[in-house]
């Protein structure tokens, strides 16, 4: 992965977290689920992203 890339999900992914825990200290139990689940989601869509690159750079070229 480039690292403008990952500082891009590394940046999104903890604006995330911090609005989780904006939302908690507000007391907006459904923002702090929609969030968490927006969160869960944008990470692992990161791991998805890292391993399908790293699979074409690995990929053997006929």
């Given at each position: 992965?480039s690292k403008?890339?990952?500082?891009?999900?590394?940046?999104?992914?903890t604006?995330?977290?911090?609005?989780?825990?904006l939302f908690?200290?507000?007391?907006?139990p459904w923002?702090?689920?929609?969030?968490?689940l927006i969160?869960?989601?944008?990470?692992?869509?990161?791991?998805?992203?890292?391993?399908?690159?790293?699979?074409?750079?690995?990929?053997?070229?006929?």
């Amino acid at each position: 992965m480039s690292k403008p890339l990952a500082l891009l999900f590394a940046v999104v992914g903890t604006l995330l977290l911090a609005c989780i825990s904006l939302f908690i200290a507000l007391r907006e139990p459904w923002m702090v689920l929609l969030f968490s689940l927006i969160s869960l989601g944008f990470i692992g869509y990161g791991f998805v992203t890292k391993a399908k690159m790293r699979r074409r750079k690995n990929t053997p070229s006929e």
